[in-house]
Nanobody, 127 residues
Framework: QVQLVESGGGLVQAGDSLRLSCAASGRTIDRHFAVAWFRQAPGKEREFVGCIIRGHGGPKYADSVKGRTTISADNAMKTVSLHMTSLNPDDTAVYFC???????????????????WGQGTQVTVSS
């Protein structure tokens, strides 16, 4: 079992940066443990933002946030951070972290690949 709690959301201005944290408890030390960030804006489908997978090289990012987003984790993957710069109103959404073990053919960009989810944290970017 893995429990996830997001924090760091809030109201920011366009052009600002934001750091979200995902605190994970439970079996986070397993090899191939994966933590992803997704977001969902009102009236829109859930969107993959990025992920980090132990033992699978560097983080992976969606094209829509690549270049202005950094995902990092401590060695135990107890805390996974999402740092996003140059925020714009299109980044307004509820941000969720999700986790699971990256099994064979792990489709990291799809929410259905993850068993464990946090409750989400609201990010609102004003213009």
């Amino acid at each position: 079992q893995v429990q996830l709690v997001e924090s760091g959301g809030g109201l920011v201005q366009a052009g600002d940066s934001l750091r979200l944290s995902c605190a994970a408890s439970g079996r986070t030390i397993d090899r191939h443990f994966a933590v992803a960030w997704f977001r969902q804006a009102p009236g829109k489908e859930r969107e993959f933002v990025g992920c980090i997978i132990r033992g699978h090289g560097g983080p992976k990012y969606a094209d829509s946030v690549k270049g202005r987003t950094t995902i990092s984790a401590d060695n135990a993957m107890k805390t996974v951070s999402l740092h996003m710069t140059s925020l714009n109103p299109d980044d307004t959404a509820v941000y969720f972290c999700a986790a699971d073990l990256a099994q064979s053919r792990f489709t990291y960009q799809f929410g259905s690949a993850y068993k464990y989810w946090g409750q989400g944290t609201q990010v609102t970017v004003s213009s």
